[in-house]
């Protein structure tokens, strides 16, 4: 069960963050502004979500739920994505709240939330920049995705992996830009694209793919461990 507090230093000045939860995320939101950065590390894809049926993007940190192949035993040692940052933390009017009883949260172990005088630690500092770059960029995304869909830029793919012990694992509901009806289109449209940035996006999601590839490797290392 949820348990709501506002943020603040009499009550949390104790209180540590743990990367520890990142484990078991097997792929997590981002938002534009991320696509260049988590290309460099994650395969990105698009996908459906499954309440509303509208599209997001994701990295794919791992090839099955709850468990994560990407950095050191599941903990990033690269880029990490501002969903990630932000897990427990939520932004509301009045300021940010946490969900008390979110596994990030710990009293022993991680990174203290504030300074011994009061003063955002550096975890508590990057925390409030993810949750600005999510607050900024989710309708930012949105409408670099819908421009995509009005030109049928996304489309379904299928990723079936097969491993040295004869098991096989198929990823299915994601999407990724078509580099032919991208190329296709009128210079016009390409050119608005390009003005908006969404080119950049574009190919980025598209260079990504390669990522899956690394995955599947640590994932057949595991088995053969």
Same mark, same amino acid.
């Given at each position: ?15 540590r963050v743990s990367q520890a939860p990142d484990a078991r ?41 709850h468990q994560s192949l990407s950095g050191e035993k599941g ?6 994505p501002a969903d990630l940052e932000r897990q427990g933390f ?34 508590? &500092? %990057?925390?409030?920049?993810? $949750?600005?770059?999510? =607050? ?9 995705? !819908? @421009? ?46 390009? &003005? %908006?940035?969404?080119?950049? $996006?574009?190919?980025? =999601? ?9 995955? !599947? @490797? ?8």
């Amino acid at each position: 069960m949820e348990q709501w507090e506002s943020l603040s230093f009499e009550q949390h000045a104790g209180l540590r963050v743990s990367q520890a939860p990142d484990a078991r995320r097997h792929f997590v939101q981002i938002v534009a502004d991320e696509f260049v950065a988590a290309a460099q590390e994650f395969a990105i894809f698009f996908t459906k979500h499954p309440q509303t049926g509208g599209f997001y993007a994701g990295a794919v940190l791992g090839l099955k739920p709850h468990q994560s192949l990407s950095g050191e035993k599941g903990r990033l040692t690269g880029y990490r994505p501002a969903d990630l940052e932000r897990q427990g933390f939520y932004l509301v009017e009045d300021g940010i709240v946490i969900d008390r009883n979110h596994a990030v949260f710990s009293a022993v172990e991680g990174e203290r939330l504030f300074e011994a005088d009061g003063e955002p630690s550096a975890a508590l &500092r %990057r925390i409030q920049r993810a $949750l600005g770059t999510l =607050q900024v960029g989710l309708p930012a995304t949105d409408a670099a995705i !819908a @421009r995509l869909l009005d030109h049928r830029l996304l489309e379904p793919i299928d990723i079936n992996l097969n491993f040295d012990d004869g098991s096989s694992i198929q990823l299915d509901g994601l999407y990724t830009v078509s580099m032919d009806r991208l190329h296709a289109l009128p210079d016009a449209a390409a050119l608005d694209l390009f &003005r %908006r940035g969404d080119l950049q $996006l574009a190919y980025a =999601q598209s260079s990504s793919i390669s990522h899956v590839r690394r995955l !599947a @490797r640590r994932y057949n290392d595991g088995l053969a461990a």
